[in-house]
């Protein structure tokens, strides 16, 4: 039998983030995951470390745009028609928090944790001699309609400049410039300048890992569902024999619900599906930047392997197979944009973002519990947020000063 003072669940970006910051305050630390670290959600994501990403992706409130979400045919957001029903009461809840006045709160309540990502994470990429991953030019949004980029730099005036956010405006010719391989489809962009990118975020995810084991922290292979109270803290089982903690953290992205159900916690936790694909490029062509096609509503990111199209959301049930449309859909309006080759991956990678209706995470001590805390919920953005929520929920966990009030992320809210 093992004992450690802190088990944490779940070994992706949010998971072993949490774990290297308990690490960092002298905590003994088991790590637990029934994958090795960064093969799940943490691994298929687009790279990007948003940290331009002020205001959460919200529900559409135009009619114009619900309308046209209604009729299922778009590649950035698509519904199981047989799934609409069970996850109505969650989308009624997304939308009462994507109100205007509730997102600036919500917005101004998540800005700590987006201010501070790029920092938490330059401190562990170079602790753990990852530079090479970490590409920091920033993205960039293309427009096919006029009228659209107009409407994209007048948000980004109106909404971004006010937080000091860097960003040029390009016209075709200064868009040309920046991405030569892109075609005439385009009439312009946005380059966001603050946000970094990650060429390969399982490989990030695994380095970080490797530094959390290098500096002595264990990481073992079991199934988190078999978390147990126990005198004095919390028994669970792993492939190595069982293991004994005082504290436990559950970090498991979309599958927090299977080890918080069990031990009497009910929280609004829906994911929202998408999907990658890798392509070659033809005749030498170069991507330099992560692209969002604005109007088509897919991304495409240079990575390790390739370039990757990643999709917008689609509402499904998390253990539904497969349904890749809005790749199928999305490919023919990628191919329009840049020369992509043949896809590289024999089937489109499935993950779920882990998300809450008010779209920020849960990160803190379980209500009921004094040795059980929570770290999930991160949504579109925990790639981004994983080091910062790691070093708040120590922070927290270690009775420091936190960096920030943590009471917004609270698990006492729902
Ligand atoms: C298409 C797409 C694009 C995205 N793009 C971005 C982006 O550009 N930037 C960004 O910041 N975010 C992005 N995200 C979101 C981001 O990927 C997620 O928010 C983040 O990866 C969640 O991390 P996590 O550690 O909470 O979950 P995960 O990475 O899923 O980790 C959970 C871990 O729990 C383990 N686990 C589950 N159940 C058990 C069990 N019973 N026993 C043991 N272990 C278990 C899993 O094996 C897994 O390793 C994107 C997501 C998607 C789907």
């Given at each position: 039998?093992?004992?450690?003072?802190?088990?944490?669940?779940?070994?992706?970006i949010?998971?072993?983030?949490?774990?290297?910051?308990?690490?960092?305050?002298?905590?003994?630390?088991?790590?637990?995951?029934?994958?090795?670290?960064?093969?799940?959600?943490?691994?298929?994501n687009?790279?990007l470390?948003?940290?331009?990403?002020?205001?959460?992706?919200?529900f559409?409130?135009?009619?114009?745009?619900?309308?046209?979400?209604?009729?299922n045919?778009n590649?950035?957001?698509?519904?199981?028609?047989?799934?609409?029903?069970?996850?109505?009461?969650w989308?009624?809840?997304?939308?009462?928090?994507?109100?205007?006045?509730?997102?600036?709160?919500?917005s101004?309540?998540?800005?700590?944790?987006?201010?501070?990502?790029l920092?938490e994470?330059?401190?562990?990429?170079?602790?753990?001699?990852?530079?090479?991953?970490?590409?920091?030019?920033?993205w960039?949004?293309?427009?096919?309609?006029?009228?659209?980029?107009?409407?994209?730099?007048?948000?980004?005036?109106?909404?971004?400049?006010?937080?000091?956010?860097?960003?040029d405006?390009?016209?075709a010719a200064?868009?040309?410039?920046?991405?030569?391989?892109?075609?005439d489809?385009?009439?312009g962009?946005?380059?966001?300048?603050?946000?970094?990118?990650?060429?390969?975020?399982?490989?990030?995810?695994?380095?970080?890992?490797?530094?959390?084991?290098?500096?002595g922290?264990?990481?073992?292979?079991?199934?988190?569902?078999?978390?147990?109270?126990?005198?004095?803290?919390?028994?669970?089982a792993?492939?190595d024999?069982?293991?004994?903690a005082?504290?436990?953290?559950?970090?498991?992205?979309?599958?927090?619900?299977?080890?918080?159900?069990?031990?009497?916690?009910?929280?609004?936790?829906?994911?929202?599906?998408?999907?990658?694909?890798?392509?070659?490029?033809?005749?030498?062509?170069v991507?330099?930047?992560?692209?969002?096609?604005?109007?088509?509503?897919?991304?495409?990111?240079?990575?390790?392997?390739?370039?990757?199209?990643?999709?917008?959301?689609?509402?499904?049930?998390?253990?539904?197979?497969?349904?890749p449309?809005?790749?199928?859909?999305?490919?023919?309006?990628a191919?329009?944009?840049?020369?992509?080759?043949?896809?590289?991956?024999?089937?489109?990678?499935?993950?779920?973002?882990?998300?809450?209706?008010?779209?920020k995470?849960v990160?803190?001590?379980?209500?009921?519990h004094?040795?059980?805390w929570?770290?999930?919920?991160h949504?579109?953005?925990?790639?981004?947020?994983?080091?910062?929520t790691?070093?708040?929920?120590?922070?927290?966990?270690?009775?420091?000063?936190?960096?920030?009030d943590?009471?917004?992320?609270?698990?006492?809210?729902?």
């Amino acid at each position: 039998m093992t004992r450690s003072d802190v088990v944490v669940l779940g070994a992706g970006i949010v998971g072993v983030s949490v774990a290297l910051h308990l690490q960092q305050r002298g905590r003994s630390v088991t790590l637990l995951d029934r994958r090795a670290p960064g093969e799940e959600t943490s691994l298929g994501n687009a790279g990007l470390i948003e940290r331009a990403s002020v205001v959460p992706y919200s529900f559409p409130r135009e009619l114009a745009v619900l309308a046209r979400y209604a009729m299922n045919h778009n590649i950035d957001a698509h519904y199981d028609p047989l799934f609409a029903p069970k996850v109505a009461p969650w989308l009624f809840r997304f939308w009462y928090h994507s109100a205007p006045e509730r997102l600036a709160r919500i917005s101004a309540e998540m800005l700590p944790l987006i201010e501070n990502s790029l920092e938490e994470h330059r401190a562990l990429i170079q602790a753990s001699g990852l530079g090479h991953l970490m590409r920091e030019v920033g993205w960039i949004e293309v427009y096919r309609k006029e009228a659209s980029l107009e409407d994209g730099v007048k948000e980004a005036k109106d909404l971004y400049a006010p937080h000091g956010l860097r960003y040029d405006v390009l016209d075709a010719a200064a868009l040309k410039a920046r991405e030569p391989a892109l075609s005439d489809v385009v009439v312009g962009g946005i380059h966001w300048l603050d946000p970094a990118s990650i060429l390969d975020p399982s490989a990030l995810v695994k380095g970080y890992a490797a530094l959390f084991e290098t500096r002595g922290g264990r990481i073992v292979t079991g199934d988190a569902r078999s978390l147990e109270a126990a005198p004095g803290g919390w028994r669970f089982a792993t492939s190595d024999g069982p293991g004994e903690a005082d504290q436990a953290v559950v970090a498991l992205g979309p599958w927090s619900d299977d080890v918080f159900s069990d031990l009497g916690y009910q929280f609004p936790l829906a994911v929202k599906r998408g999907y990658h694909m890798h392509y070659g490029t033809t005749g030498g062509a170069v991507l330099n930047h992560t692209l969002l096609d604005v109007d088509k509503g897919f991304l495409l990111a240079t990575m390790a392997r390739g370039v990757r199209l990643t999709t917008g959301v689609e509402f499904a049930d998390r253990d539904a197979p497969p349904s890749p449309i809005q790749l199928d859909r999305a490919e023919p309006a990628a191919r329009e944009l840049l020369p992509l080759g043949d896809r590289l991956d024999s089937e489109p990678w499935l993950g779920r973002r882990p998300c809450l209706p008010d779209m920020k995470p849960v990160i803190g001590r379980a209500p009921r519990h004094d040795n059980l805390w929570f770290a999930f919920g991160h949504n579109h953005h925990g790639l981004t947020l994983g080091p910062v929520t790691g070093r708040l929920l120590a922070e927290v966990m270690a009775g420091e000063t936190p960096f920030t009030d943590p009471a917004p992320y609270g698990a006492g809210r729902f």
